[in-house]
């Protein structure tokens, strides 16, 4: 078995939601009981609607929010026992908007200096070097080393966070959707790098993204949350060609548009997302699940594991 | 890959940038050349004032200004109803004019900083006393609570410099707490976290200098907010105490022969008008050139 580099088991992280003041506080769960590990060299898709807890998932894996129950261990370590340096140079996240993820104040040259200098192991000179070949690693011209965010293009501005999330060589790389905030026309350099980077340095990737193409064409596996909780794991290809839960079939359904004279594909996500603060009861999806039965209301299916494909609805229930 | 413009980048060098950001401002232009006028008057008040501020000549008591037909070049704005020179006062009084206006905005900018800062950054109960001291402080009627405390201490300089510094921190740390909360969501902060870099470390190079030039908006308006507070307080007789050429203080003396010889109210009252203008047009332009956005 290959070197596990993420285990998470039962991850949970509630926010607590106030309601005003005089009618009380609320928990959200944004992550609610989440399995997950991730092999090296992996790269790992989490796929799912806006809001189930994909970006919350990623910062506790980061360790930028703490998580509420359960235990992270990345390669081998708890995660809350890793000391803040160490857990730099192991995981590094790449943000969905470039324009947010760069401080506007600084050069580029010193914005992917930051991660070196704060590790205090380089001088100026050899900074300056490990930059500029970090720079040209990602394909941003040396040129642009005094150059202020505002500068760039979105592209640019990818490739730079890109660099900087990479010049101290971590091992995992936590993208939340790397490529929707740019131009079309720049998504496929920008994922084409990422590939591209992930073999030159042996990375691992986990990757965000609502683009079920950009899954299709980098990942390895991918993983369906709903509501917080993980709800199907499959490699890409089985998951793609055989997908059990009936939400991953419908996320299919609604990109896969099989003949123009039909129209909008009827994806039966018809019923609206449910509000997290007070998720349905049972298995959550079944306001909106075409295949739902009278005890999906009220049981909570268990995941059942076949292989390496897991999934969590009651339709795969062993007959008893 | 074309997407940069490179000729921004070769053939504007920084300082051409700055200069053409500069005087795209007229506003700026003018309030700057006054504050620095002021500046450089009060810096070097010794050397230009034509007389001694203090000394009194009975005799040459409310002569006129100049322009007045019983005026006279020796005292070009004339003298006050203790015979001192108008002009030399005026020119000693930007000075404690600037004094307590810096003075008082170090003081409550730096206190306002710290506490907006912390309150934005680290929310939950941090921001939760902030905010209650913020709604207390704004709940104090600035004038009555710096009369009060002149009146049981005693004005002079320092005091009304110190009341004045603990009264006006409030829109610093209103401010500073709101743009604090606005740039620590952006995600550079989140990626310099997740680089290990330290509390102190992102407080002072990614929020920092990210808030900043609300800092110096902020710092000229209260600036100017000081400088008319101090008139205030002296015209009442509660800030700075005679013989001191203070401007309030000037429009105080000179309030009894306002009929007759109103030159005696009105050259202090435009020049703290002036002054405080002056300092306003300085900050909107301070902010409009600062923002990262206009560095193009
Ligand atoms: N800091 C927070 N405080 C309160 N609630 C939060 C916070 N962050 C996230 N949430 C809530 O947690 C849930 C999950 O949010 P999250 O950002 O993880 O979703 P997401 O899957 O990344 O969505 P998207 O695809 O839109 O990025 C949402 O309901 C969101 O409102
Ligand atoms: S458990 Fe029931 S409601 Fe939930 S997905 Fe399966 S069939 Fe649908
Ligand atoms: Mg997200």
Redesign the pocket.
Known sequence: MAELMIDAKDVTRN???SRGMFRGKQQ?K??NGVDLTVERGEVLALV????????????VLLGLLPQTSGTVELCGQPINDVPRLALARTIQPIF?DPYSSLNPRKTIGSIIALPMKVQGIADQDSMRRRVEETMDLVGLPPRLYDAFPNQLSGGQRQRVAIARALVNRPQIVVC??PTSALDVSVQSQILNLLNDLRNELNLTYII?S?NLAVVEHIATRVAV?YL?RIVEIADTDTLFKDPQHPYTRALLDSVLTPDPNMGIPNNQLGASYPN?IDPPSGCSFHPRCVNAMPHCATVAPNGKADGGHYVECHLYDDAS | MSEINSKTLESQTKSSVFRRRVFGHQGVMIGAAIVLAAVLIALSAPLIAPHDPYYQDLLNRLVPPVWDSRGSWEHILGTDHLGRDYLSRLIYGARISLLIGVGAALISGLIGTVLGVAAGYFGGRVDMVVTFMITVRLSMPVVLVALAVVAIVGGSLQVVIMVLGFLLWDRFAVVMRSSTLQIRSMDYVAAAQAVGCSTTRILTTEIMPNVVNNLIVIATLEIAHAIILEAALSFLGLGVQPPLPSWGLMVSEGKDMMLFEPWLITIPGVALFLLVLAINLLGDGARDITAPENRN
Do not use: W, Y
């Open positions: 926010f607590t939601i959200l944004a992550v799912g609607e806006s809001g189930c807890g994909k970006t919350t998932l990623a910062k969905q939340d959707e965000i609502h949350m917080g997290p």
